[in-house]
């Protein structure tokens, strides 16, 4: 369990969350246009910030939606214990940091929130909204797709994907285009092929494919394939 400390400044009065009574509990749930995605026990998707930063053994989480505006749209996940993972959650990536007087969750060291907009059980309404200073990104159970490197993603699609897929994403054969597809879509998509799952008629070329790429080999190719292929 990864517990991180915020250095964000603390507020002086409690910042608005999602309150929890008891420990949250993390689950998955999966559509057609975004694939699977994290969401707390109601349902309801939970996001990252590309604006935050992610703790990792030499760096601290930093929470940067601090102010009124910022999370009245956007309230932080908190929990009263630590997060427990749900069904389809890797409890080793579920963790907390400390903000002011609350304990919020984290996923493979990124803060969650949760969208005000957004209803339990239905379509999420804030992926790729940008505002406050970044984007905000649903949560994959396996990996963060947040990229930083798009040409090491062109390089792996130019590698491993173009025979099939098409030079411009556009499809070839038996093979779907991949163009206009979201990033989180094709992260989500790849870690289903990478974790053995069959899906559709060319899962058995696509898993050995899937497991050579890393999460983050995964999250710089799908950031590349929505920037580039639209």
Same mark, same amino acid.
């Given at each position: 369990? /990864?517990?991180? #400390? @915020?250095?964000?400044v603390a507020l002086a009065l409690a910042t608005p969350v999602f309150a929890?009574?008891?420990? #949250? *509990? #993390?689950?998955?749930?999966? @559509?057609?246009? +975004?694939g699977h995605y994290l969401t707390d026990a109601e349902g309801r998707p939970v996001y990252s910030f590309t604006?935050?930063?992610?703790? @990792?053994?030499? /760096? /601290?989480?930093?929470?940067s939606c601090s102010d009124e505006d910022c999370l009245e749209a956007w309230p932080l996940v908190a929990t009263s214990g630590d997060p427990e993972a749900g069904e389809g959650s890797d409890a080793a990536l579920l963790g907390s940091t400390n903000h002011g007087n609350q304990q919020i969750v984290t996923y493979n060291g990124w803060p969650l929130y949760h969208f005000a907009s957004d209803a339990?059980?239905?379509?999420? /309404?804030?992926?790729?909204?940008? @505002? +406050?200073?970044?984007?905000?990104?649903l949560v994959a159970p396996s990996a963060q797709?947040?990229?930083?490197d798009l040409p090491v993603g062109a390089k792996i699609y130019a590698d491993a994907c173009a025979q099939c897929h098409g030079p411009a994403g556009q499809g070839m054969a038996s093979f779907p285009s991949v163009a206009g597809k979201n990033a989180h879509f094709i992260a989500s998509r790849l870690g289903q092929y990478?974790?053995?799952e069959t899906?559709? *008629?060319n899962s058995a070329l696509m898993m050995p494919v899937a497991s050579a790429? *890393?999460?983050?080999? #995964?999250?710089?190719?799908?950031? +590349?394939? *929505?920037?580039d292929f639209q």
């Amino acid at each position: 369990m /990864q517990r991180v #400390i @915020s250095t964000a400044v603390a507020l002086a009065l409690a910042t608005p969350v999602f309150a929890q009574d008891d420990a #949250i *509990s #993390i689950g998955v749930a999966q @559509s057609e246009k +975004f694939g699977h995605y994290l969401t707390d026990a109601e349902g309801r998707p939970v996001y990252s910030f590309t604006a935050d930063t992610r703790a @990792s053994p030499d /760096q /601290q989480a930093e929470i940067s939606c601090s102010d009124e505006d910022c999370l009245e749209a956007w309230p932080l996940v908190a929990t009263s214990g630590d997060p427990e993972a749900g069904e389809g959650s890797d409890a080793a990536l579920l963790g907390s940091t400390n903000h002011g007087n609350q304990q919020i969750v984290t996923y493979n060291g990124w803060p969650l929130y949760h969208f005000a907009s957004d209803a339990p059980g239905e379509e999420p /309404q804030g992926y790729g909204l940008e @505002s +406050f200073g970044g984007e905000w990104r649903l949560v994959a159970p396996s990996a963060q797709a947040m990229a930083t490197d798009l040409p090491v993603g062109a390089k792996i699609y130019a590698d491993a994907c173009a025979q099939c897929h098409g030079p411009a994403g556009q499809g070839m054969a038996s093979f779907p285009s991949v163009a206009g597809k979201n990033a989180h879509f094709i992260a989500s998509r790849l870690g289903q092929y990478r974790a053995g799952e069959t899906i559709g *008629s060319n899962s058995a070329l696509m898993m050995p494919v899937a497991s050579a790429l *890393s999460d983050e080999d #995964i999250a710089n190719l799908a950031a +590349f394939v *929505s920037a580039d292929f639209q």
